[in-house]
């Protein structure tokens, strides 16, 4: 069986070997616009086609293994992959009823950061890109089909799967889904920041950076020693030059960890720069700790995350305050595996 989600319209034809060549953008039609993912109820394909089709292609591979609800709107699913791996999707809400797509971009990581859940799964291996795709026909079909934006923060670290994603990303765009509503999360590996500025992808960026201290840095992300700050740094301004877009850094808030005076003061200089280097223009978004029974870290207090903020604000640099949604269902950041 052919998974055909990520082919555009002429690679559907070719693939699929169907003529005439407009076949392929009919098919196209049906899965990316009218979600539909049965050849049989495609009714402006002949019958004998429809047949065939559906004996050697698989408009989407994946399989609903669970879902579940809670009552502010976040709706998180597992799908089974043709393996028999899982990985784990979620559509998130805000306030003004606004829904996100968080999708995964690997089985598990193989990043290891100490405070997230994924991490600590360990790795399976690299989602294909019709995985990838499918994950966002699946939420749109079975939760919601409109999408304001769509988030690669759930399984996995994107920038180490670059090609699956950047073929998923040109996929959506040619389905009408910007490249520009898509945030690409990385945990910060300077290669991967270095080739995605090449490839000149138009989608928002957004780095974990956790701490602008070395030291604590190290601790709790094993990658950072071989993308060390500085370096990520100079990635950061090369790929700002290039691309000229606002980075978004996520700062994953741990009480007594990374919220201290001292790491406050290290981030605004991480973001500012010493005399003589360019500052970084960034919007820091600062995301309290989710538990996880299994961490012995904390979230921190209501009051220290209101005077984190503040502090970044008083030096000039956009922040705001990730509220923790989804974590009644652990569809929220790091509770995913
Ligand atoms: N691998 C990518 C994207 C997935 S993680 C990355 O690391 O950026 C998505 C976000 O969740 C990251 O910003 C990560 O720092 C954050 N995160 C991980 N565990 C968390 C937890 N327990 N609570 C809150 N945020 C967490
Ligand atoms: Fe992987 Fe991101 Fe979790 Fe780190 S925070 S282990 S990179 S998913």
Redesign the pocket.
């Known amino acids: 069986m052919i998974p055909i989600s990520a082919l555009l319209p002429e690679e559907l034809a070719q693939t699929l070997q169907v003529s005439p060549p407009y076949r392929g953008r009919q098919l196209f039609a049906w899965i990316h616009h009218r979600l539909v993912f049965d050849f049989n109820l495609m009714s402006d394909l002949p019958e004998n086609l429809r047949r065939d089709l559906a004996g050697r292609a698989l408009p989407v591979a994946l399989k609903q293994d669970m879902k579940l609800e809670d009552a502010e709107g976040a709706v998180k699913f597992r799908f089974r992959l043709l393996d028999g791996s899982t990985i784990e999707s979620v559509i998130l809400q805000d306030r003004r009823g606004r829904k996100t797509a968080c999708l995964s971009t690997q089985v598990g ?1 193989a ?3 100490l405070f ?1 859940r ?2 600590s799964l360990g790795f399976g291996r690299d989602l294909k890109d019709h995985e990838i795709v499918d994950q966002y026909l699946l939420l749109r079909s079975l939760a919601s089909p409109d999408l304001s934006s769509v988030v690669f923060m759930g ?3 994107p920038l180490a799967n670059l090609d699956s994603l950047h073929r998923a990303v040109d996929v959506l765009g040619y389905g009408g889904f910007s490249p520009r509503r898509i945030t690409l999360s990385t ?1 910060g590996l300077v290669e991967g920041i270095r080739s995605l500025g090449e490839r000149k992808l138009p989608v928002r960026l957004a780095v ?1 950076l956790v701490s602008a201290d070395a030291d604590i840095r190290n601790r709790l ?1 094993p990658i950072a020693r071989s993308n060390p700050l500085p370096e990520l740094r100079r990635a950061l301004l090369e790929y700002q030059e290039v691309l000229g877009k606002r980075i978004t850094l996520e700062i994953v808030l741990m009480g007594g960890i990374n919220d201290r005076s001292e790491d406050v003061e290290a981030l605004v200089g991480f973001v500012q720069g010493r005399s003589g280097q360019l500052p970084l223009r960034v919007l820091i978004n600062l995301i309290p700790w989710n538990p996880l029974p299994e961490f012995s870290y904390k979230r921190p207090e209501t009051r220290s995350v209101e005077w984190f903020q503040e502090r970044i604000k008083q030096a000039g640099i956009p922040v705001t305050t990730r509220m923790p949604r989804g974590s009644a269902v652990c569809g929220a950041c ?1 509770q995913l595996g």
């Open positions: 990581c990043m290891g950061c997230c994924t991490g399984m996995g670290e945990c974990s992300m790091g």
